[in-house]
């Protein structure tokens, strides 16, 4: 089941009466290996188009890309946040909702159905996919990716007040909603961001529960010491910087 983690106060969204038109965004850096299979698993009946970012990969990331099915859009400067920028501004102009999905195969893309449902039916402008409430198979999520995963959602909790259990890749949202964030983070904290600026926005937000899997390959953050420290030390200063921006929000609706 879903969990809304709107805020208290926060509008509720309305039913959608235009049919959904879908544009999934991949973010892949050096994934030959992987991307193809993930593109095989999206369900196709369910998404308008396909967008691989090549993110300044040294393989055949692109051409494994294009040979099953989706369209390529180059990036050169390496940065998950970056690629995802590409991608979305590559988006074509008549879809409304905005879907993000890692290229290393350890999301399900059959879940789909699961992110699109609750903005079909009016329940929420953005959906997160929970790999903690879904259930990650053994050694899907190393222990430094969990450590770092429960400090930033207890971050959230303790400092925006939101019920979070992941900050998952995998998300779904409404491309209107998307567009009034203004996302700006171009490395590791593209997720938190998007998840702190849409609290501070006043969107509702759900979580559902998504399966999980070992990636293929080494992941270039978690996968390394370096990596970790990098990517948690962007994670909580990108929720510390939006604070004081929630802080003046709430202030302004309590006038």
């Known amino acids: 089941a879903s969990e809304d983690l709107r805020a208290e106060g926060s509008p509720r969204c309305e ?42 990969s040294t393989d055949r990331t692109a051409e494994v890309a294009r ?69 990650a198979e053994p050694g899907a999520l190393p222990w430094n990716q969990r450590f770092g995963n429960r400090l930033a959602c207890a ?32 490395t590791f904290g593209w997720n938190v961001e998007m998840h702190a600026m849409a609290v501070i926005a006043g969107l509702s937000i759900i979580e559902v529960p998504v399966r999980y899997r070992r990636r293929v390959g080494t992941s270039k953050i978690s996968g390394t010491v370096s990596g970790t420290i990098r990517a948690g030390t962007k994670i909580i200063g990108t929720i510390l910087v939006y604070y004081p921006r929630y802080l003046t929000t709430r202030r302004k609706l309590q006038q």
């Open 155 to 186: 971050l959230m909790r303790g400092l925006y007040g939101v019920r979070a259990t992941d900050m998952g890749p995998f998300r779904a949202i409404r491309r209107d909603a998307l567009d009034a964030l203004g996302m700006q983070d171009r």
């Open 67 to 135: 040979a099953h099915g989706a369209a390529v859009v180059h990036e050169p400067t390496p940065g998950y946040g970056a690629a995802c920028l590409a991608g979305i501004a590559r988006v074509m102009q008549s879809s409304n909702v905005v879907v993000i999905l890692d290229a290393d195969h350890s999301d399900y893309p059959g879940d789909l159905h699961a992110l699109l449902a609750p903005i079909a039916a009016g329940e929420a402008d953005m959906v997160i996919g929970s790999r903690t409430r879904g259930g």
């Open 15 to 56: 039913p959608r009466a235009d049919r959904l038109r879908v544009s999934v965004v991949i973010p892949a850096r050096n994934e030959e290996a992987s991307v193809g299979l993930v593109l095989d698993e999206i369900p196709r009946g369910q998404v308008d188009e396909i967008i691989v970012v090549d993110n300044g």
